[in-house]
T-cell receptor, first 114, second 112 residues
Framework: ETGVTQTPRHLVMGMTNKKSLKCEQHLGHNAMYWYKQSAKKPLELMFVYNFKEQTENNSVPSRFSPECPNSSHLFLHLHTLQPEDSALYLC?????????????FGEGSWLTVV | QKEVEQNSGPLSVPEGAIASLNCTYSDRGSQSFFWYRQYSGKSPELIMSIYSNGDKEDGRFTAQLNKASQYVSLLIRDSQPSDSATYLCAVIPPGSGYALNFGKGTSLLVTP
């Protein structure tokens, strides 16, 4: 248990569906992240939020829409996805300002787009 | 392009041996380095962080950093079958704020 909780753990959605991934951190951190992990590729940073403000959008297609209502919660809204978007989506958090900014991951949400 | 390079493996070592995992990074100004372990179907978990040149030891794990060579390694002593996993090297490059860049990972197999 890392203190970062993601739901749902598994999601299957059609290309016309709209769904959301949810992340909650119980560590008191001020930064939250979405990463994407596809087979044979490095973890890809998607979005970064620091104190609820988006500080990085790593050229992610608009069919992925993040939302950070407060420092403890992060959402990833999904709509009109493509099969190639099937991957493990990892939420993470960290305490900005600490040495090296150690990132702690949630268990991930496995997404399959059919 | 800020890159973190790792040999994908698999690296196979017998139980009890030393496993040596290597990583190079392209951005010379990087200051913070991490090793994560990821079991199949699970999320990455932090093993070690290192910020200064030299060695850092934690139990059976030793991280080694050489900024001049842009090289960071992880040694696992007395390797156990439970160490079989993918090991991810991660770097915070300068100017990125605090987000990590990850390598593709090295698959380690420890055989009994």
């Amino acid at each position: 248990e890392t203190g970062v909780t993601q739901t749902p753990r598994h999601l299957v959605m059609g290309m016309t569906n709209k769904k959301s991934l949810k992340c909650e951190q119980h560590l008191g951190h001020n930064a939250m992240y979405w990463y994407k992990q596809s087979a044979k590729k490095p973890l890809e940073l998607m979005f970064v939020y620091n104190f609820k403000e988006q500080t990085e959008n790593n050229s992610v297609p608009s069919r992925f829409s993040p939302e950070c209502p407060n420092s403890s919660h992060l959402f990833l809204h999904l709509h009109t996805l493509q099969p190639e978007d099937s991957a493990l989506y990892l939420c993470a958090s960290s305490q900005d300002g600490g040495e090296g900014n150690t990132i702690y991951f949630g268990e991930g949400s496995w997404l399959t787009v059919v | 392009q800020k890159e973190v390079e790792q040999n994908s493996g698999p690296l196979s070592v017998p139980e009890g041996a030393i496993a040596s995992l290597n990583c190079t990074y392209s951005d010379r100004g990087s200051q913070s380095f991490f090793w994560y372990r990821q079991y199949s179907g699970k999320s990455p978990e932090l093993i070690m962080s290192i910020y200064s040149n030299g060695d850092k030891e934690d139990g059976r794990f030793t991280a080694q950093l050489n900024k001049a060579s842009q090289y960071v390694s992880l040694l696992i002593r007395d390797s156990q079958p439970s160490d079989s996993a993918t090991y991810l090297c991660a770097v915070i490059p300068p100017g990125s704020g605090y987000a990590l860049n990850f390598g593709k990972g090295t698959s380690l197999l420890v055989t009994p």
